[in-house]
């Protein structure tokens, strides 16, 4: 279980690194979703949520055809999840996805919810999505807060909102970003990895090696 005195990766001064996931990654986005409270899992899904509906969500990811992106700490725990996931092409209809998001709470405040929404922002426009779309619920204040300071159009109905997010095309200037963004999570990522792997490898030693002496 994470305590709250988790080393969160935000360096000063540094990007949020957003790294995208794919099937080999469902047991780590079980455990982030498996993490959050029931009031957060019920602002995420909609409604209450339990273990198995969360479960059958994630055994159905789609990855060949979804995008999913994530923060990770220094344990390589999903600090942060997003789940861009196209929406079904409608005839001289723009192209839309719908963006969802889930940050466990002792990462709120870190720019970890605005990173991912960046993240997926890119790599809408790059894949010609016209339209970005979030559905929540009306008193999700993170989600609505997050919404509005990237500039979205909310409009609420019955306890609901929408909000959307109309894109720009993909330039040469969005395509180097997402590459850039790419490389620089997945520099992160093997970092955290093989510190993760030295520190495991340490303590192993400090419980057995010195033990024996």
Request: negative net charge.
């Amino acid at each position: 279980m994470y305590t709250k005195n988790v080393n969160l990766p935000i360096p000063g001064g540094l990007a949020v690194p957003v790294r995208e996931l794919n099937a080999g990654h469902r047991a780590a986005i079980l455990e982030h979703f498996l993490l959050l409270e029931e009031e957060d899992r019920r602002l995420r899904f909609g409604t209450q949520t339990p273990n198995e509906v969360i479960e059958h969500y994630v055994e159905n990811l789609n990855f060949d055809h979804d995008s999913v992106f994530a923060v990770f700490d220094a344990d390589l725990k999903i600090l942060g999840l997003a789940h861009l996931a196209y929406l079904p092409a409608q005839k001289n209809q723009a192209l839309a996805a719908e963006f969802g998001v889930s940050v466990l709470e002792h990462a709120r405040g870190h720019g970890v919810g605005t990173a991912l929404l960046d993240r997926a922002a890119t790599h809408s426009r790059n894949t010609r999505v016209e339209t970005l779309y979030v559905h929540c619920l009306a008193n999700n204040k993170s989600m609505m807060s997050l919404a509005q300071k990237a500039g979205m159009r909310v409009e609420f109905a019955y306890g609901d909102a929408d909000a959307y997010l109309k894109l720009d095309p993909a330039t040469s200037a969005t395509l180097v970003t997402e590459v850039a963004n790419a490389q620089w999570a997945n520099f992160d990522y093997a970092l955290k990895s093989n510190l993760k792997n030295a520190n495991d490898a340490w303590q192993w030693f400090l419980s057995h090696g010195v033990a024996k002496v």
